[in-house]
């Protein structure tokens, strides 16, 4: 064995790496979009094979709305994360409260989609294959949004309690972007079920 | 087997020894409240291996049963849930876990860092996997369900429908398999991120990325090929909750849906495993190889683009998986040609190896003795999956022993061997301890004469026409002695294996103390005391090459002034 004696002490020039919330968000998006391409493609893969009724064409109707609240709720956590990162607590606050109000809008829709589906179509997640896959996709990105919506409720209760400012902009824009890949998500749950499978 | 002769997770203690004597009941306390990665990497491969030896039971009564022809040792319906199990417990609660054991342990001291980036994401994902492992083997016990039917999991470790809808498998016992892989399947998501983000964000000063060791490395490129590989059998297991609770129809052929859509997920999955377990093995063969051939690593930038391309190749070859199925020409064709692709990036890194071998002062401790053998079977295991890759072959030896005996060449030739190499390489860092070499000795000819005993004779058996997965045969088959030779290859294998138990424990409390560097290597975890302070490094090091410890070592020739 030789002599270990000491590795250099300084090291010259300016030594940066990337943030560790940011990488790891980074990853659990890129797997959960593993996730989501599995039961996207087994949606398309089954479009048209049902063997009985309802179709899709018969009972689905575009959730216009919807889709533009969620949309913009990018849009405004976008404006939140600005705001806390110049430490204007109360501007995120708001801001905060409106995205977590259009998520909420986003699923109160899906819920009463659902409802109409079930009561007046009887649609079931047993009735045909449409039914299995259509539930399960846009039932994975409902659970999405819920637990986005849980996180982003935890943070504006800290913020209504004046807990959160300027040191936490990192954690709060790593929540936002999992908030936008859900977003991002729904483009592709949208154009999959309520375009091309109509 | 002997399950027993391991001391439990928990009751091995590697931490320095401190001042007081500790209860036991203190002891386990804090072992299953550790957020260290050192703690949590060690309870990794125990895990592993305590699971290993309950997989290798399965498999060594899987031979007794096929030793003879007509034999009775176990019925039909127990076989079926012994190859089952036998499959999931080595992939899953075996392969994964010590992989993800080893990475716990050395990528934080290889980078120079304190900890992972995520300590308690860390502990969770561990304890996500351990009770994973508990839910698949409750099953023996909860598998039966209301119905009183079934017990453990008996529709093979790929599961294709529709063997698994509720009619064909009554009871909860594919349920338990299911939840049981989903579970684990959440710890080692949460495992590949850690990894990751500790990569990236949090290597010591001067630790760019074309510094980290190859280890590393690799396990970066490991956990980012995870990463997209067990969600999508995740999100398969969630279609076949659905099919089997909700009565929906994902692989109900008589509702629409298709078994064939069920294959493609699972394999999906199934083949980048693959590359998931064979990765970590190449992994630790880049550490021993070179520094047991006194050589620094040859063309440590195309190592690293060849790990790169096969995790990129690995995603688009599943389908090779399926050429009995029917599918078109044109799929046919581009998985043969996707699959003999992989051939380009393994010969680059067994190229490497073997010239970084060239010329060496070769010394032939235990680790080196089980990477060379690693670099002859993986070779071997290679070209057998070129043979399989070509369709027209492949039709004829599908679900036969050929292929049993193609895959068990890959993950016991190459990657139970390179984890034995890891275990013995690295076992002094982790307890202070060498592992005993004359032992290490026996366990390696053991161990090498019961593989290609086995898997060798096995291949013959595959061309003579036996199927995978039969619990029985007829004694017209010209199988006999065959099958009579692969038996007892497995039982020398079985010896070795408890040779190595024994080797773990007794070394642990009556080996020669090992030192910081015993085997005079180079990446940093050899800088630190063996076993590590919680702290891992007092002082934060600063690196300046791929091998800082031969910079120290030889400050009159360092690799800083050739690296560029």
Same mark, same amino acid.
């Given at each position: 064995?030789?002599?270990?004696?000491?590795?250099?002490?300084?090291?010259?020039?300016?030594? =940066?790496?990337?943030? *560790?919330? +940011? @990488?790891?968000? &980074?990853? #659990?998006?890129? %797997?959960?979009?593993?996730?989501?391409?599995?039961?996207?493609?087994?949606?398309?893969?089954?479009?048209?094979?049902?063997?009985?009724?309802?179709?899709?064409?018969?009972?689905?109707?575009?959730?216009?709305?919807?889709?533009?609240?969620?949309?913009?709720?990018?849009?405004?956590?976008?404006?939140?994360? =600005?705001?806390?990162? *110049?430490? +204007? @607590?109360?501007? &995120?606050? #708001?801001?905060? %409260?409106?995205?977590?109000?259009?998520?909420?809008?986003?699923?109160?829709?899906?819920?009463?989609?659902?409802?109409?589906?079930?009561?007046?179509?009887?649609?079931?997640?047993?009735?045909?294959?449409?039914?299995?896959?259509?539930?399960?996709?846009?039932?994975?990105?409902?659970?999405?949004?819920?637990?986005?919506?849980?996180?982003?409720?935890? @943070?504006?209760? &800290?913020? #209504?309690?004046?807990?959160?400012?300027?040191?936490?902009?990192?954690?709060?824009?790593?929540?936002?972007?999992?908030?936008?890949?859900?977003?991002?998500?729904?483009?592709?749950?949208?154009?999959?079920?309520?375009?091309?499978?109509? | 087997?002997?399950?027993?002769?391991?001391?439990?997770?928990?009751?091995?203690?590697?931490?320095?020894?401190?001042?007081?004597?500790?209860?036991?009941?203190?002891?386990?306390?804090?072992?299953?409240?550790?957020?260290?990665?050192?703690?949590?990497?060690?309870?990794?491969?125990?895990?592993?291996?305590?699971?290993?030896?309950?997989?290798?039971?399965?498999?060594?009564?899987?031979?007794?049963?096929?030793?003879?022809?007509?034999?009775?040792?176990?019925?039909?319906?127990?076989?079926?849930?012994?190859?089952?199990?036998?499959?999931?417990?080595?992939?899953?609660?075996?392969?994964?876990?010590?992989?993800?054991?080893?990475?716990?342990?050395?990528?934080?001291?290889?980078?120079?860092?304190?900890?992972?980036?995520?300590?308690?994401?860390?502990?969770?994902?561990?304890?996500?996997?351990?009770?994973?492992?508990?839910?698949?083997?409750?099953?023996?016990?909860?598998?039966?369900?209301?119905?009183?039917?079934?017990?453990?999991?008996?529709?093979?470790?790929?599961?294709?429908?529709?063997?698994?809808?509720?009619?064909?498998?009554?009871?909860?016992?594919?349920?338990?398999?299911?939840?049981?892989?989903?579970?684990?399947?959440?710890?080692?998501?949460?495992?590949?991120?850690?990894?990751?983000?500790?990569?990236?964000?949090?290597?010591?000063?001067?630790?760019?990325?074309?510094?980290?060791?190859?280890?590393?490395?690799?396990?970066?490129?490991?956990?980012?090929?995870?990463?997209?590989?067990?969600?999508?059998?995740?999100?398969?297991?969630?279609?076949?909750?659905?099919?089997?609770?909700?009565?929906?129809?994902?692989?109900?052929?008589?509702?629409?849906?298709?078994?064939?859509?069920?294959?493609?997920?699972?394999?999906?999955?199934?083949?980048?495993?693959?590359?998931?377990?064979?990765?970590?093995?190449?992994?630790?063969?880049?550490?021993?190889?070179?520094?047991?051939?006194?050589?620094?690593?040859?063309?440590?930038?195309?190592?690293?683009?060849?790990?790169?391309?096969?995790?990129?190749?690995?995603?688009?070859?599943?389908?090779?998986?399926?050429?009995?199925?029917?599918?078109?020409?044109?799929?046919?064709?581009?998985?043969?040609?996707?699959?003999?692709?992989?051939?380009?990036?393994?010969?680059?890194?067994?190229?490497?190896?073997?010239?970084?071998?060239?010329?060496?002062?070769?010394?032939?401790?235990?680790?080196?003795?089980?990477?060379?053998?690693?670099?002859?079977?993986?070779?071997?295991?290679?070209?057998?999956?070129?043979?399989?890759?070509?369709?027209?072959?492949?039709?004829?030896?599908?679900?036969?022993?050929?292929?049993?005996?193609?895959?068990?060449?890959?993950?016991?030739?190459?990657?139970?061997?390179?984890?034995?190499?890891?275990?013995?390489?690295?076992?002094?860092?982790?307890?202070?301890?060498?592992?005993?070499?004359?032992?290490?000795?026996?366990?390696?000819?053991?161990?090498?004469?019961?593989?290609?005993?086995?898997?060798?004779?096995?291949?013959?058996?595959?061309?003579?026409?036996?199927?995978?997965?039969?619990?029985?045969?007829?004694?017209?088959?010209?199988?006999?002695?065959?099958?009579?030779?692969?038996?007892?290859?497995?039982?020398?294998?079985?010896?070795?294996?408890?040779?190595?138990?024994?080797?773990?424990?007794?070394?642990?409390?009556?080996?020669?103390?090992?030192?910081?560097?015993?085997?005079?290597?180079?990446?940093?975890?050899?800088?630190?005391?063996?076993?590590?302070?919680?702290?891992?490094?007092?002082?934060?090091?600063?690196?300046?090459?791929?091998?800082?410890?031969?910079?120290?070592?030889?400050?009159?020739?360092?690799?800083?002034?050739?690296?560029?």
């Amino acid at each position: 064995m030789s002599a270990v004696t000491q590795l250099p002490a300084a090291y010259e020039g300016e030594w =940066r790496l990337p943030s *560790r919330g +940011r @990488v790891a968000m &980074f990853g #659990l998006i890129t %797997g959960e979009s593993a996730i989501f391409t599995i039961f996207v493609v087994a949606y398309v893969f089954y479009i048209g094979k049902s063997l009985s009724g309802p179709m899709p064409r018969q009972v689905l109707e575009v959730p216009i709305f919807g889709t533009i609240c969620l949309l913009s709720s990018s849009f405004t956590i976008w404006m939140a994360e =600005r705001a806390i990162a *110049r430490n +204007r @607590v109360t501007a &995120f606050a #708001l801001w905060l %409260g409106g995205t977590i109000c259009l998520g909420l809008i986003f699923l109160g829709g899906t819920a009463i989609e659902w409802h109409k589906l079930i009561y007046r179509d009887g649609l079931t997640i047993s009735t045909n294959l449409f039914g299995t896959t259509y539930y399960s996709l846009v039932g994975l990105h409902a659970t999405h949004v819920i637990i986005g919506l849980l996180m982003l409720t935890i @943070v504006f209760t &800290f913020a #209504l309690m004046r807990k959160v400012s300027q040191q936490h902009a990192e954690r709060i824009a790593v929540l936002s972007m999992y908030w936008h890949f859900v977003d991002a998500v729904w483009v592709v749950v949208f154009t999959v079920v309520y375009i091309i499978g109509r | 087997m002997g399950e027993n002769s391991l001391p439990l997770p928990g009751s091995m203690d590697v931490a320095q020894p401190r001042g007081t004597a500790r209860t036991v009941l203190e002891n386990l306390h804090e072992w299953v409240v550790t957020v260290d990665h050192k703690r949590l990497g060690v309870l990794y491969v125990l895990y592993g291996i305590f699971f290993l030896l309950v997989g290798g039971a399965e498999a060594v009564a899987i031979r007794i049963q096929l030793a003879v022809p007509h034999n009775h040792f176990m019925s039909a319906q127990t076989y079926n849930r012994f190859f089952t199990m036998h499959g999931t417990t080595m992939v899953f609660l075996v392969g994964m876990t010590i992989i993800f054991g080893f990475a716990n342990y050395l990528v934080p001291l290889q980078i120079g860092a304190r900890d992972m980036a995520f300590p308690r994401l860390n502990a969770f994902s561990f304890w996500l996997t351990a009770f994973g492992g508990l839910l698949l083997y409750y099953s023996f016990i909860g598998g039966g369900g209301l119905y009183g039917v079934g017990s453990a999991p008996d529709v093979g470790w790929w599961a294709y429908a529709p063997l698994t809808a509720r009619a064909f498998s009554p009871g909860h016992a594919t349920d338990y398999w299911a939840l049981a892989l989903i579970v684990t399947g959440f710890g080692t998501l949460g495992t590949a991120i850690n990894i990751i983000a500790t990569v990236f964000s949090m290597r010591c000063k001067g630790m760019t990325m074309m510094r980290l060791p190859l280890f590393t490395w690799l396990m970066l490129v490991d956990s980012s090929l995870t990463l997209i590989t067990i969600t999508p059998l995740t999100a398969a297991q969630f279609m076949l909750l659905v099919d089997r609770y909700l009565d929906g129809h994902f692989f109900d052929t008589q509702a629409g849906g298709s078994a064939v859509v069920w294959m493609h997920f699972f394999w999906i999955f199934g083949h980048p495993e693959v590359y998931v377990l064979v990765l970590p093995a190449f992994a630790i063969a880049n550490e021993v190889i070179p520094v047991f051939s006194r050589k620094a690593i040859f063309g440590y930038p195309a190592m690293v683009a060849a790990s790169v391309a096969i995790a990129f190749i690995s995603l688009s070859v599943w389908a090779h998986h399926m050429f009995t199925v029917g599918m078109t020409s044109f799929s046919n064709a581009f998985f043969v040609l996707s699959t003999e692709l992989v051939g380009i990036p393994t010969g680059i890194k067994i190229f490497n190896w073997l010239a970084t071998i060239w010329g060496g002062k070769i010394r032939f401790a235990t680790p080196m003795l089980f990477c060379i053998a690693f670099l002859f079977q993986f070779m071997i295991a290679g070209l057998t999956g070129i043979m399989l890759s070509i369709a027209p072959w492949n039709w004829q030896l599908h679900n036969s022993y050929f292929v049993v005996a193609h895959f068990h060449y890959v993950l016991v030739g190459a990657i139970v061997f390179c984890i034995f190499a890891g275990i013995y390489y690295w076992y002094p860092k982790v307890t202070g301890r060498m592992l005993d070499e004359t032992l290490g000795k026996w366990h390696f000819w053991l161990f090498l004469i019961g593989f290609h005993v086995t898997f060798d004779t096995m291949h013959f058996v595959g061309i003579l026409g036996m199927p995978r997965s039969i619990y029985t045969y007829e004694p017209d088959r010209g199988w006999n002695t065959l099958n009579f030779v692969v038996s007892a290859g497995g039982m020398v294998q079985g010896i070795a294996v408890l040779i190595f138990a024994f080797n773990m424990v007794w070394s642990y409390y009556r080996g020669k103390p090992a030192g910081n560097d015993p085997w005079d290597a180079w990446t940093l975890e050899w800088y630190t005391a063996s076993p590590p302070p919680v702290y891992n490094f007092a002082q934060d090091p600063v690196v300046r090459s791929r091998r800082p410890l031969w910079d120290l070592k030889h400050p009159e020739d360092p690799d800083w002034e050739y690296e560029g």
